[in-house]
């Protein structure tokens, strides 16, 4: 092999049950080739974090066959390229550079090391949500934007203001590719912590993280949601559900759905009590 042709870290993992997919999203993974139900290849962001997912999954599912390996860029872009086909969600085409079709509104996002082009089930599941919330004239905040696709969205669906933001800058520069394929949206696209900086309410937020991710950062997550408005919640599992919830004591859920065992949950604010009119 050329010295010069970069490689990407990744895991052979078979058997992929449900709890392991669960546990996946603990770590930095980058992008997931579903070779079979149960046969992945996840990539990741750096050899470290492979390995040290590596030794932990091996403990905690020691039936499952995990090796560590390192994938040439090659491969996976030409992998790419013949794989990912446009994905539609109600009026909402998702589609990569090579595959669009005419829709009401196409999305373009170009695949990369990364999730977000629509081909998750708690993507599909958010971007559902986002059309049924009817964001027109709206403020949407999507927390973890990752390739942006929830972002630019909202934007195409009419919000006043698209923000979308995630600590991770790779992604960003991602997501800036993929707005500049996208010249009808306009979203604001910034490297930031929820829990550590201020970016403001909005009325629409959607937090597509992790089930743990989602418990810890509850309490930002609430102060983000402007009153009236709603916050989006996906990238937990069924049996995360309680525990999610139970972070959002008195919050009301709006919309449930559920798509192969990932769950995309709406809930709103409690109401604050009307002060009775001085007499």
Not at 64 to 74: G, K
Not at 76 to 105: E, H, K, L, T, Y
Not at 215 to 238: E, F, H, N, T
């Amino acid at each position: 092999m050329n010295d010069s042709v970069r490689t990407w870290p990744a895991l052979d993992i078979h058997p992929v049950s449900e709890l392991l997919q669960a546990a996946l999203v603990d770590y930095d993974a980058s992008a997931v080739d579903e070779r079979s139900a149960d046969d992945w290849r996840v990539f990741f962001t750096s050899p470290s974090e492979r390995d040290r997912a590596a030794a932990a999954l091996r403990i905690e599912f020691p039936d499952a066959t995990i090796e560590a390996i390192d994938v040439p860029d090659e491969d996976w872009a030409a992998r790419s390229q013949a794989s990912v086909r446009a994905v539609r969600v109600g009026n909402i085409v998702v589609a990569p550079p090579w595959d669009v079709p005419a829709g009401p509104v196409v999305i373009i996002i170009q695949p990369s090391m990364g999730f977000g082009t629509g081909h998750h089930a708690t993507t599909r599941l958010c971007i559902d949500a986002l059309q049924r919330l009817n964001i027109a004239g709206r403020t949407v905040l999507d927390v973890g934007t990752g390739s942006g696709v929830l972002a630019i969205a909202a934007s195409l669906l009419g919000a006043s203001r698209s923000v979308g933001i995630d600590d991770d800058a790779d992604a960003i520069t991602a997501a800036h590719e993929n707005l500049q394929l996208n010249p009808q949206a306009e979203a604001t696209l910034l490297v930031a912590d929820l829990r550590a900086t201020d970016v403001g309410s909005a009325d629409v937020v959607t937090a597509n993280l992790t089930g743990g991710l989602l418990i810890s950062a509850a309490r930002a997550l609430q102060d983000l949601v402007a009153r009236g408005g709603s916050l989006v919640l996906s990238g937990l599992m069924a049996v995360e559900e309680t525990d999610v919830l139970a972070a959002f004591p008195a919050w009301s859920v709006n919309y449930r759905s559920e798509e192969d065992e990932w769950l995309c949950v709406v809930i709103s604010p409690p109401q604050l009590p009307i002060s009775p009119t001085a007499s």
